[in-house]
């Protein structure tokens, strides 16, 4: 088997100890090498920043010239890279019983300390044997860690990753209340219950708790309680053992047994069948699993985050849901608000989502006229974000360099109902705190939102000037009367 050669940092200051070290060493070379040899503290480490991540192992006489040596060169070799192993060298006069010498060397991060001479070996390090056996195993243990430095290193850019792609835009102060939130609770193990209407960002927000939290590295596994029929959604969760069931041919894992360590997200809970939801009751309580078809239990260590975008506590008085169930599962309730309460997000996420799809898609990133903007803030968004994210994916596909008011509509597809909503948010009403105007004043007031609302309608101007029966020219010369244009 071919190995490498283990590459070694001598320091020691005094020839004939440098000697003792290579004489011991020698009938192992193919094996270890000593690479370099210096005689001082400073230079060590002046060596070791010039040459990272390049030794194994370092072997250092304890009291050595110069001011930087003993346990607190240790600890400076350390610092630099926690990686490499570090044999101490020692002269006879510590005695080799000296637990409070050892001691420090440890503390200090040492691997092993040996002793030089015990006087009558003059040519090799004395116990010639354990030493080699040393340098070998603290070379394994450098191994050893730096692979599990670099899987680390991979699962923190996992994360990162996911995280990157699971960021929560907007500015108001409900998103930053979440964030706040989620930075708060993420550390604790207690469950979280999240409501808000659909497309709000629940989702996204269990996935930001999940993966800031101390079981980052661990399962993520959600589960949409009203997307699996009900007969079904037992087995899913807890899983059965092989003939607990006809059909039951090999046994199935439970989610709650792959979310062991990690995190289980129930979404839509308030759907959870009551047969299960008092299973669920007795998992929370006891930690433990009842796999369908087993008799002993099968312990878990889960964290529960659920989400609904129902009024829970209405179920619960409708004793469609466990009130005791509830207070297990909502320990930290969080509640995302609609769109619509938090409107100076908008803007923030259409740029978000345009530059993401643009980038995605190849596409050159349009601008939005500002009606089409007031246009998107005034609406009421009933699909929340999701809804805007999908108009805006929408919008690029028509690869228009502008995005109008009509496009928009055209994109959501219902022009009527944006219409008619924007209409009505404008607000057709008489009363004005100035009270009754002049027939004249109403005329103009009444003429632009007319003019609005019929542009709402049409594909084009030459459209909505048809649909108004004016001539082009009239249209054109109205509409800047009215500022429209
Ligand atoms: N604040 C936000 N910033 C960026 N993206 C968001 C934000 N809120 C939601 N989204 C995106 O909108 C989409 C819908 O979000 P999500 O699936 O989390 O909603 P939900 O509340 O779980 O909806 P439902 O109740 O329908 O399951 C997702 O693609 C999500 O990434
Ligand atoms: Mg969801």
């Not at 194994?56 to 990686?83: H, N, T």
């Not at 990753?161 to 500015?171: E, S, T, Y």
Request: charged share 30%; hydrophobic share 35%.
């Amino acid at each position: 088997m071919f190995e490498e050669q283990i590459k070694v940092l001598l320091i020691e200051d005094e020839d004939f100890d440098v000697r003792r070290v290579e004489n011991t060493i020698r009938p192992f070379e193919n094996r270890i090498k000593i690479i370099d040899v210096i005689s001082d503290g400073r230079s060590a480490i002046e060596l070791l920043d010039k040459k990272k991540n390049f030794y194994d192992v370092v072997i250092m006489d304890f009291q050595i010239a110069g001011g930087l040596r003993g346990a607190q060169l240790i600890k400076k070799i350390k610092d630099f890279d926690s990686a490499l192993q570090i044999i101490v060298i020692t002269k006879m006069t510590v005695n080799i019983t000296d637990y409070e010498f050892a001691h420090n060397l440890i503390e200090a991060g040492a691997f092993w300390y040996c002793t030089k001479y015990p006087g009558d070996i003059e040519q090799y390090i004395y116990q010639p044997t354990d030493f080699i056996m040393s340098i070998i195993n603290a070379y394994e243990r450098k191994k050893l860690i730096k692979e599990k430095q670099k899987s680390n290193q991979k699962l923190n850019r996992n994360v990162e990753d996911i995280l990157a792609n699971k960021k929560i835009i907007g500015v108001s102060s409900a998103i930053n209340q979440l964030r706040e939130g989620i930075s708060k609770y993420c550390i604790s193990n207690a469950p979280i219950l999240i409501s808000g209407s659909s497309g709000t960002g629940k989702e996204l927000v269990a996935y930001n708790i999940h993966y800031n939290s101390l079981r980052k590295y661990e399962n993520f596994v959600p589960i949409n309680c009203g997307g699996i029929p009900d007969q079904l959604i037992e087995s899913e969760l807890f899983g059965y053992e092989k003939g607990a069931f006809t059909g039951a041919e090999k046994s199935k894992p439970g989610l709650f047994e792959m979310a062991h360590h990690g995190t289980i997200f129930l979404d839509e809970i308030s759907e959870l069948p009551l047969s299960a939801q008092v299973k669920l009751l007795r998992v929370l309580q006891d930690g433990e699993v009842e796999k369908i078809g087993r008799t002993e239990k099968i312990k878990v260590d889960v964290r529960v985050i659920s989400a609904t975008n129902r009024n829970i506590e209405d179920e619960v008085r409708e004793k469609r849901f466990r009130e005791d169930l509830f207070y297990r599962l909502n320990v930290v309730p969080i509640h995302v608000p609609p769109l619509r309460e938090r409107k100076e997000d908008i803007h923030y996420l259409i740029d978000y989502f345009m530059n993401e799809f643009s980038i995605d898609m190849g596409k050159e990133m349009p601008a939005l006229n500002e009606e089409a903007i007031k246009l998107l803030v005034d609406y009421e968004w009933p699909g929340n974000v999701r809804e805007l994210k999908n108009l805006i994916q929408r919008l690029l596909f028509y690869d228009e360099k502008i995005i109008t008011p009509q496009l928009i509509q055209t994109a959501l597809g219902k022009r009527a109902s944006l219409s008619e909503n924007y209409f009505a948010n404008d607000g057709l009403s008489f009363k004005s705190p100035e009270g009754p105007q002049p027939l004249k004043h109403m005329e103009k007031i009444l003429r632009e939102k007319y003019f609005k609302y019929v542009r709402m309608q049409s594909e084009s101007d030459s459209e909505a000037a048809k649909k108004l029966g004016l001539a082009p020219p009239n249209y054109y010369r109205m509409c800047k009367e009215l500022g429209l244009k």
